[in-house]
C-alpha cells in the first residue's frame, strides 16, 4: 500500500550537488505519508503529501484533501456542493483567500467571485487520481503569487495508475459513490481515466440531496525528465444548502440542530476545464510550461439574516457567476557554476484571464427572483513576471533570493453606472530563503517574504454600495502582505522526520468582498504570528504515526475601541494519526483532529466552542482482486460544531432589529460507510 522513497539530499532542489551528503550506509529508506526528508525544501514549513495518505485515510468531503496540509482545517458552512471553509495560520481564510490552490497548473482560487474573494471548491476531483500535494506556507517564493500569502497547495494528478479499480459505497442518509479509476497503454504513453457518481442526504432535517457527477480523461507520454500531458476534466452538481443556524433557535426548540431557517437555500455548479503540461530537462536547463481553459458557472441561493432586512418575503438572495478563464505559466531554469559554487537561475512569467458575465446578486424569496440588486459584467486580467538565483555558497549553505513582479486590470461594468469603470494595478515582492545544514542530520531555515491578494474587481471601482446606494470609497486593488519564518528540520531519530517553524505575518489591510451584502468593507492591517510542530514516524513497516501541532495569535494593528480581536482567527490546531497496514489481510487507519475556540466579534466576548472529531477505517482484503473497507467519521459522536459566527439577525416575532446570536453549523453526528472495491 506505501510506496518506497528514499530520503537523500538531491531530492526535489535544482542544483546538482548539495550540502554534507548523508554517507550511503546512513540513507534511510522511508515509507510514509510525507516526503519531507532533509534536503527537500527551502523552509521548514514546506513539503510534500504522498498518494498513499490519501488513498489510506478516510475523507468526508472531497475538499478535506486540503486537510492533509499540516495546519489546515477544512470544514463546511452549507451544503457540501459549496467550496469549503478553511482555516491556516490564523486565518479564517472563508472560501480559499489568502490559501492558493492548483491542480496540474490549474489555478482553483477563483478572483471576483459571486461568493467569495478566492473561492476554492474542489469538488471537482476525484481523490484516487490525486497523486501528490505539493505545499509551501508563507510568502516566500517567487513562483506563488495571487492568494499565497497564508500558503499554497499543488495538486498533482497520476500520469499512470498501478491498477485499474472499480469502487461503490453506500453510507448512511442515502450517501453512495461509485468510481471507476483506471490506466491504459496508449501510443507512446498512457491515457488515464476516471468517473465518479456520487448522491448524499447528510442527516439534515431538509435533505441535502448533494448529488454530482464528474470525469477526467488524461493523456500523458514521457518520463519526469522529458514528459508532457493533456487533461480534461468536468463536474455538474447541485444541492439544497444545509445553512448555519441561530442557536436561539435551538435552544428554544423552534428547530432542529440540523434543521433549517430557509429550507429553499440551496446551489447548483458546473466546471469544465482542458489543460495541457510540459517539462523538458537537460543536463544544465529545465524547462516548464503549462495552460489551460476553464468555464464555470454557480448558482448559489442563501439567507442569512431571515427576516432582518424583508419581514415580509426574508433575506434570501440569489449571487450568480459564468466564467470562462485561461491562463498559462512558462518558466526557465539554468544550471550553472560560478567560480567553484553550483548556482540555479530560474525566470518565470505567469498571466490568467477571467471574462465572468454575468455576476449577479439579486433579491429572492424561495428561489423566485423579486429584483436586481447589482449585476455586472468583469474582465480581469494579470501578468506576473518573476526571477530567482539558488547558490550553494558552502558544503553547510545555501541561499535562493527571488523578486516578483505583478500588474493587474480591472474593468467592470455595472447595472449600476456609477460603480462602472477601470483601474490598474502593480505590485512588487522580493523573496529570500537561507538554508543552513545539515549537521547531524538537521537544517536550519531561515525566510522572508512579501506577498498579496487581489481584492474583488467590483470593490476597486465602486461608488456607491449596491443596496443602499449610498457613497462609497473603491478598496486598494492589491493587498500587500510580508512574513517570516524561521525553522528546523531533523532525521536525527531513525523513520522519524520532525520540523518546527516559527513565523509571523503582517497584512495592510483584510479586505473583504462580501458576495452576501454584495459591497466590499476594508478593515484594519493585521498581524498574525504562531509555531508549527510535525511530526511524521514510520515505527516499524507496518506502522506510522502523523502528529502536527500549531498555535497562532491574531490582531488588528490598528486600535479601535470596539476592540482588536480578528473574528474568526483560529489559535490551536492539532491533528492525530495512526496508520497500520499489511497485518495479513488487514489495514486500519485512525485519525483525530482538533481546532481549538475563537474569537467571533473584535472584544472577544463572543467565542466559538472547541471542536474535536476523530475518523477510523478498517480494511479487509479479500484475496487478489476484492478489498472491503468500513470508515467511520465522527467516531464518538461528538457534539461539535463545523464553523461558529455571531451576528444579528431576525426570526418572526423578534425586534425589527434583530437580535446578535451565534450562527452554528453542527458537525455530522457520527456515520458509517461501507466500500467494495475490486481491480481488473
Do not use: C
Not at 76 to 90: E, V
Not at 227 to 251: D, E
Amino acid at each position: 500500500m506505501f510506496s518506497k522513497s528514499i530520503v537523500a539530499l538531491s531530492a526535489l532542489l535544482p542544483l546538482a550537488a548539495h550540502a554534507d551528503p548523508v554517507p550511503d550506509d546512513t540513507t534511510v529508506e522511508v515509507r510514509g505519508h510525507y516526503d519531507n526528508g532533509i534536503g527537500t525544501s527551502n523552509a521548514a514549513s514546506q513539503g510534500a503529501v504522498t498518494a498513499e495518505l490519501i488513498a489510506n485515510r478516510p475523507a468526508l468531503r472531497a475538499g478535506e484533501l486540503l486537510e492533509f496540509v499540516p495546519g489546515v482545517i477544512v470544514t463546511q458552512h452549507s451544503g457540501d456542493g459549496k467550496a469549503n471553509q478553511y482555516f491556516l495560520r490564523g486565518f479564517n481564510l472563508d472560501h480559499g483567500t489568502d490559501f492558493a490552490t492548483f491542480v496540474d497548473g490549474m489555478p482553483v482560487n477563483m478572483r471576483t467571485h459571486a461568493h467569495g474573494q478566492g473561492y476554492t471548491d474542489l469538488n471537482f476531483l476525484i481523490p484516487e487520481l490525486v497523486d501528490r500535494i505539493n505545499y509551501k506556507k508563507g510568502p516566500y517564493y517567487a513562483d506563488e503569487g495571487d492568494f499565497a500569502s497564508a500558503g499554497a497547495a499543488h495538486l498533482t494528478l497520476a500520469n499512470k495508475l498501478k491498477e485499474n479499480t472499480a469502487s461503490a459505497t453506500v453510507g448512511e442518509n442515502q450517501y453512495y459513490r461509485s468510481v471507476v479509476t483506471g490506466s491504459t497503454p496508449l501510443g507512446a504513453g498512457n491515457l488515464v481515466y476516471g468517473a465518479e457518481l456520487g448522491h448524499n442526504n447528510g442527516p439534515w432535517v431538509e435533505p441535502e440531496a448533494f448529488h454530482k457527477s464528474l470525469g477526467v480523461l488524461r493523456y500523458t507520454q514521457g518520463a519526469s525528465d522529458d514528459q508532457f500531458s493533456v487533461t480534461g476534466m468536468f463536474y455538474k452538481g447541485a444541492w439544497y444548502a444545509s445553512n448555519q443556524i441561530p442557536l436561539r433557535a435551538v435552544r428554544s426548540g423552534e428547530i432542529d440542530p440540523f434543521g433549517a431557517i430557509d429550507p429553499s437555500d440551496g446551489g447548483r455548479t458546473s466546471r469544465y476545464s482542458l489543460s495541457a503540461a510540459m517539462r523538458k530537462r537537460s543536463s544544465d536547463t529545465l524547462f516548464q510550461a503549462s495552460a489551460y481553459v476553464v468555464q464555470s458557472s454557480l448558482t448559489l441561493f442563501n439567507d442569512f439574516t431571515y427576516f432582518l432586512d424583508d419581514p415580509v418575503n426574508g433575506d434570501q438572495s440569489r449571487q450568480t457567476e459564468k466564467r470562462r478563464m485561461t491562463g498559462f505559466d512558462v518558466a526557465q531554469t539554468w544550471f550553472s557554476h560560478w567560480g567553484g559554487l553550483d548556482v540555479s537561475n530560474k525566470v518565470g512569467v505567469q498571466g490568467r484571464y477571467d471574462d465572468i458575465s454575468p455576476l449577479g446578486l439579486y433579491k429572492t424569496a424561495n428561489q423566485q427572483t423579486l429584483a436586481v440588486i447589482t449585476e455586472s459584467k468583469v474582465k480581469e486580467a494579470s501578468v506576473g513576471a518573476y526571477a530567482e538565483n539558488t547558490v550553494q555558497w558552502l558544503p553547510w549553505m545555501r541561499t535562493t533570493a527571488g523578486l516578483r513582479y505583478d500588474r493587474y486590470r480591472f474593468d467592470v461594468d455595472s447595472n449600476i453606472a456609477e460603480n462602472s469603470g477601470k483601474v490598474n494595478a502593480n505590485t512588487t515582492s522580493p523573496k529570500l530563503s537561507v538554508v543552513l545544514g545539515p549537521w547531524a542530520r538537521t537544517e536550519f531555515f531561515v525566510n522572508y517574504g512579501e506577498g498579496f491578494h487581489s481584492n474583488d474587481a467590483r470593490g476597486t471601482t465602486v461608488h456607491l454600495t449596491p443596496k443602499e446606494r449610498e457613497p462609497v470609497d473603491p478598496v486598494t486593488p492589491l493587498v500587500k502582505t510580508r512574513g517570516a519564518e524561521i525553522g528546523a528540520r531533523t532525521e536525527w531519530l531513525p523513520g522519524l522526520q520532525s520540523s518546527m517553524a516559527l513565523w509571523k505575518l503582517r497584512s495592510e489591510s483584510e479586505l473583504v468582498f462580501s458576495g452576501d451584502a454584495g459591497d466590499t468593507s476594508a478593515s484594519r492591517g493585521s498581524y498574525r504570528s504562531g509555531v508549527e510542530w510535525n511530526n511524521h514516524y514510520i515505527a516499524n513497516s507496518w506502522l506510522l504515526f502523523d502528529l502536527d501541532m500549531a498555535y497562532s495569535r491574531a490582531h488588528y494593528t490598528e486600535h479601535d475601541a470596539v476592540g482588536d480581536y480578528i473574528p474568526g482567527s483560529l489559535g490551536k490546531v492539532a491533528s492525530f494519526g495512526v496508520t497500520m497496514m499489511d497485518l495479513g489481510p488487514w489495514s486500519g487507519a485512525f485519525q483525530m483532529r482538533y481546532f481549538g475556540p475563537r474569537p467571533l466579534i473584535e472584544d472577544n466576548s463572543q467565542r466559538s466552542a472547541t471542536t474535536a472529531i476523530a475518523y477510523a477505517r478498517v480494511g479487509y482484503k479479500i484475496n487478489r482482486r476484492w478489498t472491503v473497507q468500513l470508515d467511520a467519521f465522527n467516531l464518538f459522536d461528538r457534539k461539535a460544531s463545523d464553523v461558529d459566527y455571531y451576528y444579528a439577525s431576525r426570526l418572526p416575532g423578534e425586534p425589527a432589529e434583530g437580535v446578535d446570536d451565534i450562527h452554528t453549523h453542527p458537525a455530522e453526528g457520527r456515520t458509517f460507510r461501507l466500500t467494495a472495491k475490486t481491480t481488473f
